[in-house]
Nanobody
Framework: QVQLVESGGGLVQAGGSLRLSCQAP????????MGWFRQAPGKERESVAA????????YYADSVKGRFTISRDNAKNTVYLQMNSLKPEDTAVYYC?????????????????????WGQGTQVTVSS
C-alpha cells in the first residue's frame, strides 16, 4: 500500500486560494504519474488534475481549468495543487492519488476507477 500524505486544506472565502501538498514518505515520485481527485458529500468522485512523471504533461478537469495548477518536485517527493479563484462548488475532500494509467480522454479521466492508491484526504471548504 502506497502511503500518501496530504496537507493544506482548510476554510477559505470564495475567490481565495489554497495550496494542497502531497508527500510520499519513503517513495520515489520520479517514476510515477500523480493526480488529485475530490469528492463532495452525496456526489461522485471527480478527477481534478494529474501530472505525469516528469511534469511534461498535465490534465485538468474542465471545472478547474484556468484556476487550478498541478505541479511536482521530485527532489522532495511532493506534488502540489495550487487552487485559485475558489468557488463554493469546489468544497470537497481532496485526495492525492496515483493514476492506474494516463488517461487518453475526458471519459477515461472521468472514470471512478482511474486512480489506484490514494491518501487520507484533506477537507477544502469554500464559503460564499
Amino acid at each position: 500500500q502506497v502511503q500518501l500524505v496530504e496537507s493544506g486544506g482548510g476554510l477559505v472565502q470564495a475567490g481565495g486560494s489554497l495550496r494542497l501538498s502531497c508527500q510520499a514518505p519513503g517513495r520515489t515520485f520520479s517514476n510515477y504519474n500523480m493526480g488529485w481527485f475530490r469528492q463532495a458529500p452525496g456526489k461522485e468522485r471527480e478527477s481534478v488534475a494529474a501530472i505525469n512523471w516528469n511534469g511534461a504533461s498535465t490534465y485538468y478537469a474542465d471545472s478547474v481549468k484556468g484556476r487550478f495548477t498541478i505541479s511536482r518536485d521530485n527532489a522532495k517527493n511532493t506534488v502540489y495543487l495550487q487552487m485559485n479563484s475558489l468557488k463554493p462548488e469546489d468544497t470537497a475532500v481532496y485526495y492525492c492519488a496515483v493514476p492506474k494509467k494516463w488517461g487518453s480522454s475526458e471519459k477515461e479521466w472521468g472514470s471512478s476507477d482511474i486512480f489506484g492508491s490514494w491518501g487520507q484526504g484533506t477537507q477544502v471548504t469554500v464559503s460564499s
